[in-house]
């Protein structure tokens, strides 16, 4: 995979991924950012007025979905598989329509970015695919770290708990002050 881009339906970029993987020996086609919104632009212009999936733009296969304001692409050379292209971009649209409950549009997006460049890590990593199944990315991206979480079962939150909590606190807190902090 060369890149991964959402774009909005005035052809803007919502959110792109270029990537150079480490096992090629060629150069990124787009190094520079100019030359990245050249491509973006020139692709929207392409893909916005065809109604297929697929279209061989500048020596890339591109396969992409269009949903509400916003047209996700999956970019990958001419030796790639378009099929596995495909399976990317519909398991990008199937992750964010579950994690953005239904509510995939611009604004949306740029809202839950970091969650959005999260799941899109997880499927595509320096190039490779890593993953195609919305349901285990979503269960990725949404994981709590185990480790942070405190153990809930030894907290007291009945009102006796609380007002010891309370109690504690005071009595800290007054001798603290008797102390002079």
Do not use: C
Not at 14 to 22: E, G, R, S, T
Not at 32 to 44: D, P
Not at 111 to 124: I, K, P, Q, R, W
Not at 138 to 155: A, H
């Amino acid at each position: 995979v060369t890149a991964v881009l959402i774009l909005a339906s005035d052809g803007s970029r919502v959110l792109a991924k270029y990537y150079n993987p480490p096992h090629s020996t060629t150069k990124s086609p787009y190094p520079t950012a100019k030359e990245q919104k050249v491509f973006e632009k020139g692709l929207h212009a392409k893909t916005v007025k065809t109604g297929g999936d697929v279209v061989l733009y500048d020596n890339h296969v591109v396969v992409y979905k269009a949903e509400s304001d916003v047209i996700m692409y999956v970019v990958g050379g001419l030796d790639e598989n378009e099929l596995m292209l495909f399976n990317v971009a519909l398991a990008m649209r199937d992750t964010l329509l579950l994690m953005l409950r239904n509510a995939v549009d611009k604004r949306t997006i740029a809202e839950h970015y970091d969650m959005v460049s999260l799941a899109l890590e997880e499927m595509v990593d320096d190039g490779v695919i890593l993953e195609t199944d919305p349901q285990l990315i979503l269960q990725r991206v949404t994981k709590l770290p185990q480790n942070d979480i405190p153990n809930i079962k030894d907290i007291d939150l009945s009102e006796k708990g609380l007002l010891n909590a309370w109690e504690f606190g005071k009595k800290h807190l007054a001798e603290k002050l008797r102390q002079g902090l």
